[in-house]
């Protein structure tokens, strides 16, 4: 890692619901606009992963989700070019309400195969072939 770059924290989510997991699309105005990613965000000290996911996915889907029912998938760790993304990320299977693109941005419903078809963040990238193992039959 190059101990130039700003490190900037961020927890992910990826929601599953049956065999679909939810994917939206990063609004104009915001960076990589027009890519997509699974929900999350930055964590703000003194937040621990999971609770920057709950207020984050209740700030842009309006779910309430529970930390401690998170399932950890991994810990991604991507060099962009301006700044190093350090992000856990986790399955999540339980919310209450339905999501909804409150900042603006488009959210789809897919299978991990449709995921090829969507031009994913790069960061986000690295999660897709972990998945499998959590959307078996």
């Keep these: 890692m190059n101990s130039n770059k700003n490190v900037i924290f961020c927890a992910a989510g990826v929601l599953k619901k049956e065999q ?23 964590i703000h000290f003194p937040e621990t ?3 920057a996911l709950e207020r984050e996915l209740s700030e842009e889907l309006g779910i309430n989700i529970e ?5 950890k998938i991994t810990e991604i760790s991507y060099e ?3 700044f190093h993304l350090s992000m856990p990320t986790f399955l999540c299977q ?4 339905e999501p909804q693109g ?3 941005q ?10 090829v078809n969507y031009d994913i ?6 999660i897709i072939h972990l998945l499998h193992r959590f959307f078996q039959h």
Excluded: M
């Design 106 to 115: 488009l959210l789809r419903w897919v299978t991990i195969q449709e995921l």
């Design 20 to 42: 679909f997991c939810l994917i939206a699309k990063r609004p104009e105005g915001k960076p990589f606009a027009g890519l997509w990613e699974f929900p999350g965000g930055k």
């Design 49 to 51: 992963p999971e609770e």
């Design 67 to 71: 930390g401690h029912k998170l399932q």
């Design 102 to 104: 409150l900042e603006g």
């Design 121 to 126: 963040l790069p960061a986000s990238k690295e």
């Design 94 to 97: 339980h919310w209450e309400n």
């Design 80 to 82: 962009y070019p301006d």
